[in-house]
């Protein structure tokens, strides 16, 4: 909502015009102002004339010679335009005014005359965009006036953005309002008698629709004549963003930025049998509206029709048939009220978002359309002339009464905690145009406008407002204390081990197309085929959540690729959306949590000369390794496994507490091929929840100050026996005295025979207590190479 | 020679000693058996009995002297020799050989973090709620009207799963998340809720149809309009610093009454330019929405409105760390640049 102070002015002699201080009025009562715009006087040296006299040009037919006073003697110009006659008030620039674009004007000859001065069109002087005439004033501008004065120069808009609550502020009279009651000032509703005539009236009105239309109101002026509106109307007019069309559209206009009300003119002569009928549209009827749009409308459509067809959309729009026109003589005014969500799917379902749907959509008062038709009656009347009736149609379907809410003073002390005064809150009720009876509680009585007041609460609301927030002071509750949950504390935990592995946190779009789910090559049955769709997607790239994090993080490391990082690592956090059930919401979708990374290129350290280790499977496994440690995973394994989209050879599958909880490993070629990538790929996809769960509490083991035995067995074992296996097998000999194992050679050779290899393990025990003795050190040994033997393996060098 | 002059040569006899091998030799011959100080000693018995303690002092005191002589010299050189060995060993600092590099958490998790430990130093717990939403939490239990605007299918993205009459959604702010916990929990009731939110938009400038929001809603009896006022304070201050200048401005949310925006001073002009790039000479950020919980939304979520009161409010993270961050394309937190993401520490 665009607001003129100039034409605030008219409604309410404001205490201090300065913007700055309107606009902090405004805001501090909750019409936030988007912007200040200042119109200036674009010229200098432009003042109101008079054509004294008008005489052929002797040596040029297509332009005159004017004789234009300005209360001094006159001084005579050359003039091309034809739209003005002897006696017409012009804005007239004399010798040494500047135009807009510094345009100067001098003294000329033309074709042999002088000419002294200037004639102005609205285009030179930066109102308008018309160029064919000469601007031509209102018959009774003051001649000598500064141009500016007219114009109501210079000017200051507000550009104001009303919520959604408030259709009542969106108007001139509203914002005067809501002022009126910040200054404690009066304000003016602008007069709307008519100076009709008591001719019966000629129209009908039938609202057959009473659930969309709750008010019609109606009124008819005869032999009016269409003409473009007076310099004053269309300044205001384009100020607030509307453009002017002729004096009997734009007072419509005029008068809706007024008071609130959209209007529409009909063309008298062209509503077929002088009918009026409210009613649905019948499903296939056709309209043409304004917009030059031909709509096919359904019976959701609610139109206001003549006796034969339709004629526009409720609230929304006119159609062409019975608009204004400039052979346009007799016109019925119209003032509605309309149900305001039957606009709102109307404008929605047609994508029309007009002035008149913007007010009707939020509610307009359902009492203001007799105010409204009788307004732009008489400024009709005043720019078109003509006759009126002085009656008016007025079909009320559904009548609104003020309601009357209970305000018990120890409400607004519950909510606003004292800080405004008993005593003022009547006052400030008051000061609303609130009607207000009793003591305690108050019984306030709500104007049909303000139907966003329904409860306690809203009038607290209106109290605090107008109050001040200002005003309020701060205070703390004193609530019981914070802290985060263990899991919310390890899921800091688990960014930061990763973070400091070197992998950067991403986060993508929660939404995967079908060509992820080709890319993965996921069999039919498989979980992340169960997709859930958006029943009302903006494209199809946001038609389809997803399934996995992976396709997300593999499209970060391709971006990322063509930019010129091709060793990264990232890692996200989200949830994934599967079709089926949620355990914590059943009518919702499984929503879990997961953790997902992908690496690419290098990833570690790099030493000058030798480029940092390329990634691979092992990449993958360790960034577990690093993760569980970090975070203190005991009970867990990786197993060989083939998950789609992955390396089947170069694979693990997650197992924490004997459950699998995701995979590692490499990404299948085809897969990274699918997003663009070359070599190997490092990823891993888990479930979060199980990675936060609480880990059992430390206890101390007191660090032994005997001394470690370090020995080395070399195994030989079938070639399927994972490395991990026998580590964990032989370390089970003695848990408590076997302080590491490491795998340190891995070797194929013909002498240990096909579908055989070599595991080479270092091994370091140490007891609590004591020092081992030999013949213990021979046990230990003896105990591993035995439990190694229940797995397949022998010692290298002895016979199997 | 006596051992006076002695002492004098070899004072300068010491300090011109370059090695540590040299200044053994030295050593020798300085305090050995046939250095003048051993033959003096030699010659002790030799003396008047009268003479002997004197001689002995003297003979004592010139080899005292000599051994801290030496001694000083002998840590010079080492210290020399050591230097020495050390300018062999050095390298140029400016030559990276080996690294270990360090990742980020993402801005918005990092904005998310700092947030909600503003809050937990308030009181407040954490907690999160489901992305896909049920409509009744996302509009109905948060007193948003039947036929309100942001239900339109183009403001909001309906799901197809399960019974069509649930009307399941990708929830349009954290909100529905206040009514799920009061409807879990017993007051008092502290908690912030930070998520992600989606809304039917194409990506620009300034769209995402996947951004955050923190949410936070407090209940309890006696909570009034100057806690709310008090506790965004607080927050603002700490997020944006102490220096800025906040103000709360009548505002409307279905779900709160009163209703505000908070506006934080502009931290780049701070109202004195008319052009500004940021606040575009206001001098005002909009920060967050907020206000009372509205008694509608009590009374569905089982509480009574009668005796309990509470402030809810809901901010943007994107928005906080553009602001903070002078981030003008909301697309930088979509696109993981990791030239963008190793900015933010």
Known sequence: MKVSLRW?????????????????????????????????????????????????????DKVRLC???????????????????????????????????????????????????????????????????????????????????????????????????????????GVARELAAFYQVPYRIPPAEVAGDDRALRTSVRVDDVDGCYRFVARELFDASVKPSPLRIRQRLTAAGIRPISNIVDVTNYVMLELGQPLHAFDFDRLAKNEIVVRRARAGERLLTLDGVDRVLSEADLVVADAEAASGLAGTMGGGDSEVSGETRNVVIEAASWDAPTVLHMSKRHAIRTEASARFERGVDPNLPPLAAARANRLMMELAGGTSPSESIDVVTRAFVPDTVTLPLAEVDRLLGGVVPRSEVRRLLERLDLEVEGEDPLAVTIPTRRRDLERPADLVEEVARLYGYDSFPESLPTGPAGGYKDEQNRHRSLRRVLTGAGLYQAINLSFSGTDDLEAFAYPADHEARLTVRVSNPLNEELATLRTSLLPGLLRTLRYNLNRGSGDLGIFEIGRVFINAPWAEDDRLPYQPERLGFSVSGHLGPSEMGNGARPVDMFTATAL????????????????????????????????????????????????????????????????????????????????????????????????????????????????????????????????????????????????????????????????????????????????? | MNLHEHLASAEAAIQAVKTLGDLNELETKLLGRNSPVGEARRQLGKLDPGDRPAAGVEVNRVTAELNRLIAERRG????????????????????????????????????????CDIFI??????????????????????????????????????????????????????????????????????????????????????????????????????????????????????????????????????????????????????????????????????????????????????????????????????????????????????????RALRQFR
Not at chain 1, 33 to 49: H, I, N, P, Q, R
Not at chain 2, 97 to 106: A, I, P, V
């Open chain 1, 67 to 173: 004789r234009v006073s300005t209360g001094e003697a006159p001084t005579e110009v050359v003039c091309g335009a034809w739209n003005f006659e002897q006696g017409a008030k012009v804005a007239f620039a004399v010798p040494g005014a500047v135009l807009a674009g510094g345009f100067e004007i001098g003294e000329r000859t033309i074709r042999g005359v002088e000419s002294r001065g200037m004639i102005c069109s609205e285009r030179e002087l930066g109102l308008g965009s018309d160029h064919e005439g000469i601007l031509v004033l209102d018959p009774d501008a003051e001649v000598g006036r500064p141009f500016a004065d007219i114009v109501e120069l210079p000017d200051y808009v507000l550009d104001l953005e009303i919520t959604s609550n408030r259709p009542d502020q969106m108007s001139m009279l």
């Open chain 2, 121 to 338: 130093g308030l009181g407040y717990r954490v907690e999160q709620g489901p992305e896909a939403e049920l409509a009744w939490f996302n509009f109905d239990a948060l007193n948003t009207p039947p036929h309100h605007p942001s239900r339109f299918e183009s403001d909001t993205l309906y799901l197809d799963f399960g019974d069509p009459a649930d009307e399941v959604l990708l929830r349009t702010h954290t909100s529905p998340m206040q009514v799920r916990y009061m409807q879990s929990h017993k007051p008092p009731l502290y908690v912030v809720v930070p998520g992600k939110t989606f809304r039917s938009d194409t990506i620009d400038a300034s769209h995402l149809p996947v951004f955050h929001q923190i949410e936070g809603l407090a209940v309890d009896s006696g909570i009034v309009f100057s806690d709310l006022k008090g506790t965004l304070a607080h927050f603002a201050r700490e997020f944006f610093g102490r220096e800025q200048r906040v103000r709360l401005r009548p505002s409307f949310f279905p779900f709160t009454e009163p209703s505000a925006e908070l506006d934080v001073s502009c931290f780049v002009c701070g109202g004195a330019s008319a052009s500004c790039r940021l606040c575009g000479g206001s001098g005002w950020l909009e920060m967050a929405g907020c206000g009372m919980v509205d008694p509608n939304v009590l009374d569905m979520a089982g509480h009574d409105s009668q005796t309990l009161s509470g402030f809810a409010f809901g901010m943007g993270v994107e928005r906080l760390a553009m602001v903070r961050h002078g981030i003008s394309n909301i697309r930088v937190f979509i696109d993981n640049d990791l």
């Open chain 2, 76 to 115: 010079e050189l080492t210290r020399v020799e050591e230097n020495l060995l050390l300018a062999d060993d050095s390298v140029d600092v400016t030559v990276e050989r080996w690294t270990l590099s360090q990742g980020t958490e993402h801005l918005v998790q990092q904005t998310i973090d700092e947030v």
């Open chain 1, 624 to 800: 577990w390794r690093i993760l569980a440690g970090g975070l203190g995973l005991e009970d867990w394994k990786l197993e060989s496994a083939a998950p789609a989209g992955y390396h089947p050879g170069r694979t693990a599958r997650v197992m924490l507490d004997g459950r699998n909880i995701g995979h590692v490993g490499e990404l299948h070629p085809s897969t990274a091929a699918a997003y663009g990538l070359e070599g190997r790929i490092a990823v891993g996809e888990m479930e979060l929840t199980p990675l936060l769960a609480p880990v059992k509490r430390w206890e101390l083991v007191e660090p032994s100050s005997f001394p470690a035995v370090d020995f080395d067995l070399s195994f030989v074992v079938p070639e399927e026996l994972p490395a991990g296996d026998l580590l964990a097998t032989t370390r089970e000999v003695a848990t408590d005295l076997c302080e590491t194992a490491r795998l340190f050679d891995e070797y194929r050779g013909p002498e240990l025979g096909r579908g055989r290899k070599a595991l080479a393990i270092t091994y370091r025990f140490r007891a609590p207590d004591h020092t081992f003795s030999a013949d213990e050190i021979a046990d230990l040994r003896q105990r591993l190479v035995a439990a190694a033997r229940a797995l397949g393996a022998t010692l290298r060098g002895e016979q199997g």
């Open chain 1, 8 to 60: 605030l002015a008219d409604f309410i002699d404001l205490p201090d015009p300065d913007p700055q201080d309107v606009q902090r009025a405004l805001n501090s009562l909750g019409l936030k102002v988007e912007s200040v715009t200042e119109l200036k006087a674009d010229w200098s040296g432009v003042y109101v004339g008079v054509v004294e006299s008008i005489r052929p040009h002797p040596n040029a």
